[in-house]
């Protein structure tokens, strides 16, 4: 991966090996110098918790503010970031200037945010939160706008150490404490560090419970379960397979790790689990699991540790509970579908409706709009499998 230089203003505290680089870059550059996008691990639950209508209302505010400074001339405050680098970077020092070498994937924006945000929508950039299309008829509309924040410098500050390095837990450590001192991004868990979430405990149980570990167990620093992992799946694909369970697709759909998610109701998802919906649960899925037992490669590829098969498959247990099901059918549905070959190959796909081939023909993939859709077909996929295999 090829290394990135920039120069600026160096800031140091005297015994202190932590320092950093103040300098300048155009909005439209941001993305170049800068992993615009990167969620921290361990961080996910809190950028879930933070797609909130308070902070999106901020972030329109804040294209306001930037669209009136620019083209009013309205008194204005700089475009300023705060980006923290992990690992090692390299430093050349010249007096009080510095210039850095560093690697874009190691950077991470720990400093407004929110502002980042509004500039990245305003210039059409993918963003971390809130990250939207732009219309032609709004990129028309702000063109002008647009161009003039492009060429707009922006105060990046970087925070480092060169000599010994700042760790994952230091990264994160110094994302809570910026954001403590620094009231713009509205989440009330910045008061602490910890990184627990309401159904957690649940996750821990249901992982100890049904020996996840054996399968290569559970991360908690990524959303999603790549083809090169090795872990079996996320507590972020638990969490919504619980609450999808529990609640069906709608609660699933919008559902936050950070809430202690409820029903229409008000009762709480948490409660249902304590009162014993958890024992389906482990049923469904120990069942389901088995052929994974001889951690075999075949069996581990294609869509089967996809967090959309596994939402889709919470689907399934709660339409097969509502229907009042017995722990022993839930177990018999579980190992229908586990003996299933979720690989892209695999030629009863052809059956499901939200299946498509690939323009060579020969994969399978998701020929839905939305993975809502692609979601919700394959529940009603599996659910007729399951009902033709009790049935027969």
Known sequence: MSKLHLTGRLASRAGKTVKSLVTYLPAIELENYLSVTRVYPDLEVFYDAAKNKTNLKKVI???????????????????????????NPTLITTGK??????????????????????ILKTLGIKAPLFSSRLSSSKIKKNSIFRQILAKDEVIVTFVFDDENGLSEDQVREFFFKYNRQHSGLHLTQFSTSDNTFPLKPLIDQLTQDLNFTKYGGVSTKSKH??????????????????VGSVAGAQVQETCMMSNDVTFAS??????????????????????????????NKLTRGGFRLSAQIWQALSLVLHQLVADGA??????????????????????????????????????FKNAMNSTREFRNGLAKYFLGLVSYEVVK
């Not at 669209?67 to 970031?81: M, R």
């Not at 379960?225 to 397979?241: G, M, N, P, R």
């Open 266 to 295: 008000g009762q709480r998802v948490s409660e249902v689990l304590e009162d014993g919906y958890i024992k389906y649960i482990e049923a469904f899925l120990k069942a389901w699991l088995q052929p994974l037992q001889s951690n």
């Open 61 to 87: 505010d804040i294209q306001e503010d930037i669209k009136n400074e620019l083209l009013a001339g309205a008194v204005h405050s700089p475009l300023s970031l705060t980006v923290v680098l992990e690992g």
């Open 97 to 118: 200037r510095g210039n850095l070498e560093y690697e874009r994937a190691s950077t991470f924006v720990v400093g407004n945010i929110l502002f980042l945000v509004a």
């Open 326 to 363: 017995s722990v022993e059918e839930v177990t018999q549905a579980g190992l229908v579908l586990g003996k299933l070959d979720y690989s892209k190959k695999a030629t009863h796909w052809h059956n499901c409706d939200v299946m498509g081939l690939d323009s060579n023909g020969r994969l």
């Open 225 to 242: 379960v790549k083809a090169s992992d090795s872990y079996l799946t996320t507590e972020y694909i638990l969490f919504k397979f619980l």
